[in-house]
């Protein structure tokens, strides 16, 4: 039975692609419905708080900062972002140290030109040649005006025109994997710099547009942290009208015969809608909601080859600290090594956030630190019961702390825990596939995932959410919201400029 009204939309998830899709559906004059499984917006995108102090969670870079960006409008749009949005006072993207040494990766590539070359005279011709590298990833800029499938020919002139050295990149840089290209560098301090932000087997571009994003102040961090934008962003889609229900699992996305006619929960209701976007994991999506049977080869692939297409989640350790922290605010040192399960970790880093008001607290800053977990790790963290989980965390904690007070002295009897948290609570929280809090890796050996957000043999569905387009993060998520609604208007041969 056709209802009256509206045509209606249940979005599934409110995370950043669930709000950006509710968002652009308000705008284009549906009627809309977010459900959410837990108590708040934002889903990864958000922070908490442990004896009164803020622990961000999320935004280490934004992109679409920069003014006349196709993302920044989507950000504007959304509440993310607005025209007098303060940014964290940042001038580096990070700093890695090694036996003593150190050097920073500065917003400005001159300086960073400078600084490596000083640090290492042998890789001069290499630093150059990255500096370069970086220079030319500035062009990858994220296109998010429409979905690719509705580009014309004059978008791609304009992509081409725009991105003119970009290909080289990627011809140089598309097939390697960072730890790879990390054996050009003679100096093992550069070595590590190159494999310290992102996991080792990620193709090395991704590093190479990561770092050129921030050097173009097109990765600013918004003040107020990420729960906050999260909360904006909520605030838009209230007042255009929409409705979020929160403490709503969705249990199943019922069809009747081929169309997608609304969400089943738990205890058995149902709520009609002429459309449903599913914004969640996509191994959720087609386990749960979903028969297996519909999920996409490609997809299917992915899950089949973690060697080829791994995922990546953390470690993490946040604390409260009185000591005026010095020394830049992203940091890599070389540790003792750190056994979790059957890996060893040299390297981690610690994060300082002090820069923003909300995660000081009486004169005492948060700070933050990270051991990139894989596959394997939450296999193992997965293998251990209830008293045993928290008891190696209690012990990785203790070794945790020791290795941030052997590297920073002035730390020593300063750090004041506030909690720890692992692949598994990214799986508990979000349903996150394998505690990731990222989409599929791109390695040098896989393809990148690029779903177009349907699925042959159903009708009425769009799929949102930042694992149809790896590797995910932010404006992944936003834009798939956003192209999901774009892709309605298109089937109904509306206006999809919106
Ligand atoms: C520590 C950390 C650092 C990060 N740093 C960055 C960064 O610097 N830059 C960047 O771009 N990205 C970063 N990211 C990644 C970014 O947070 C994610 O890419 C993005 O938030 C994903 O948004 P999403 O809406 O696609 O998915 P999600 O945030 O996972 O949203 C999905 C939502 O669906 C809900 N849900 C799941 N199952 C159901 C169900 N059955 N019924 C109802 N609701 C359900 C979940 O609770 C969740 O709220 C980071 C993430 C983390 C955790």
């Known amino acids: 039975m056709k209802r009256e009204g509206k045509e209606k939309i249940a979005v599934i998830g409110g995370g950043i692609a669930g709000l950006t899709a509710g968002i652009y559906a308000l705008r284009a004059g549906f009627e809309v419905e977010i459900f959410e499984k837990n108590t708040i917006p934002g889903g990864e995108c958000i922070g908490w708080n442990r004896k009164g102090y803020h622990i961000d969670n999320c935004i280490h870079w934004l992109t679409g900062t920069k003014k006349g960006t196709e993302m920044y409008e989507v950000w504007t749009k959304t509440g993310a972002l607005s025209e007098d949005m303060q940014y964290a006072p940042i001038d580096a993207f990070y700093i890695s140290t090694y036996n003593g040494k150190s050097v920073t990766l500065w917003n400005d590539l001159k300086r960073t030109e400078r600084e490596l070359i000083e640090a290492s005279p042998e890789d001069e011709e290499e630093i150059r040649h990255f500096i370069q590298a970086v220079e030319y990833s500035k062009q990858c800029v994220f296109p998010a005006g429409k979905p690719m499938e509705m580009w014309g020919i004059k978008d791609y002139i304009r992509m081409g025109a725009s991105m003119k050295d970009f290909p080289k990149v990627m011809k140089e840089f598309g097939k390697i994997s960072l730890e790879e290209y990390s054996r050009r560098f003679h100096s093992p301090l550069l070595r590590k710099m190159i494999c310290d932000y992102l996991p080792k087997e990620y193709a090395a571009y991704s590093f190479l547009v990561s770092y050129a994003t921030m050097a173009d102040g097109n990765g600013g961090i918004p003040m107020g942290a990420s729960l906050q934008m999260s909360l904006r962003m909520e605030k838009t889609f209230k007042e255009l009208g929409g409705v979020i229900r929160y403490n709503r699992s969705v249990d199943e996305i019922v069809l ?22 599913p914004t969640v994991d996509t191994h959720i999506l087609f386990h749960k909601l979903l028969p297996e049977k519909y999920m996409p080869r490609e997809l299917r692939g992915a899950y089949d080859a973690p060697k080829t297409y791994p995922v990546t989640s953390g470690f993490q350790v946040a604390y409260a600290v009185s000591t005026e922290f010095k020394r830049g605010e992203t940091i890599f040192i070389e540790i003792d090594p750190i056994r979790i399960g059957s890996r ?6 610690v994060k300082a956030y002090g820069y923003d008001p909300v995660c000081v607290k009486d004169g005492k800053q948060v700070i933050q630190t990270c051991l990139s977990q894989s596959d394997e790790d939450y296999e193992y963290w997965k293998s251990l019961d209830k008293d045993e989980y928290r008891s190696v965390k ?8 020791r290795r941030i007070e052997e590297a920073f002295p002035e730390l020593a009897g300063d750090l004041e825990f506030l909690d720890a948290w692992t692949p598994l609570t990214y799986e508990r929280y979000m349903h996150a596939y394998h505690g990731s809090y990222m989409s599929f890796v791109t390695t040098p050996g896989g393809r990148q995932i690029k779903m177009k957000g349907t699925l042959k043999g159903i009708r009425n569905l769009y799929i949102a959410g930042q694992w149809i387009n790896s590797p995910g993060g932010l404006p992944v998520a936003a834009a798939s919201g956003k192209f999901a609604i774009q892709r309605i208007l298109k089937k109904q041969r509306r206006d999809i400029n919106i």
């Open 256 to 277: 009747d015969g081929s169309t997608a006619t609304g969400v089943k929960f738990t205890d058995g209701s149902f709520v009609e809608a002429d459309y449903v976007i």
């Open 344 to 349: 060893e970790f040299g390297r981690m880093y």
């Open 394 to 401: 209690e012990a990785l904690v203790r070794e945790v702390s």
